[in-house]
């Protein structure tokens, strides 16, 4: 089964902190996504990655940045927290065009 | 840039009726077309998918069939069971591997 694991499930942080959420897949996909879900706005792209050290900007990448320095791994930092970066995050992984697996999600409350 | 729009909902239907959401398109070149739906308290999954103009998809008697001509990608099932009840999400594959998805559609579907 293909795994996708993000490290937390809640996480509290306050205005002006470094966040750093972690995605991990053990299925040697070379894709890797980092997503917001919010009510009415469905999943915005923030970054994606479809090499070791290779990253693209999604739709909404300010605030954010990502660091892939190995194949399963693929690192989303908020370099200062803000209150209206409080969301559900979702890390996705696949296989070059094929299915997309997704993490449980890491619900991010910024006070 | 990439984009899908799909239709708003709720859509809201009774056990047996005839499902279509709506979802069209924008894309440079030739991208992959997915359907993905998120059951209520879980993760999204890959429902269905269509690489090329013509191909038609298919899972768990839901259908999409590829229209380059109309950029389109609708979702159909023909009678839908209470079950079925989750949002349902279209998305793109195009260049770099980028996977963009639309605002989602949340269906309900009463006995």
């Known amino acids: 089964d293909v795994k996708v694991t993000q490290s937390s499930r809640y996480l509290v942080k306050r205005t002006g902190e470094k966040v750093f959420l972690e995605c991990v897949q053990d299925m040697d996909h070379e894709n890797m996504f980092w997503y917001r879900q919010d009510p009415g706005l469905g999943l915005r792209l923030i970054y994606f990655s479809y090499d070791v050290k290779m990253k693209e900007k999604g739709d909404i990448p300010e605030g954010y940045s990502v660091s892939r320095e190995k194949k399963e791994r693929f690192s989303l930092i908020l370099e200062s927290a803000s209150t209206n970066q409080t969301s559900m995050y979702l890390c996705?992984?696949?296989?070059?065009?094929?299915?997309?697996?997704f993490g449980q999600g890491t619900r991010l409350t910024v006070v | 840039g990439d984009s899908v729009t799909q239709m708003e909902g709720p859509v809201t239907l009774s056990e047996e009726a005839f499902l279509t959401i709506n979802c069209t398109y924008t894309a440079t070149g030739y991208p992959s077309l997915f359907w993905y739906v998120q059951y209520p308290g879980e993760g999204l999954q890959l429902l269905l998918k269509?690489?090329?103009?013509?191909d038609k998809g298919s899972n768990k008697g839901f259908e999409a069939t590829y229209r380059k001509e109309t950029t389109s990608f609708h979702l159909e099932k023909g009678s839908v069971q209470v079950s079925d009840s989750a949002v349902y999400f279209c998305?793109?594959?195009?260049?770099?591997?980028?996977?963009?998805f639309g605002t989602g559609t949340r269906l309900l579907v009463s006995p």
């Open positions: 269509a690489t090329k103009a013509d």
């Open positions: 998305a793109l594959m195009g260049g770099f591997q980028k996977l963009v």
């Open positions: 996705a992984s696949s296989f070059r065009a094929g299915e997309a697996f």
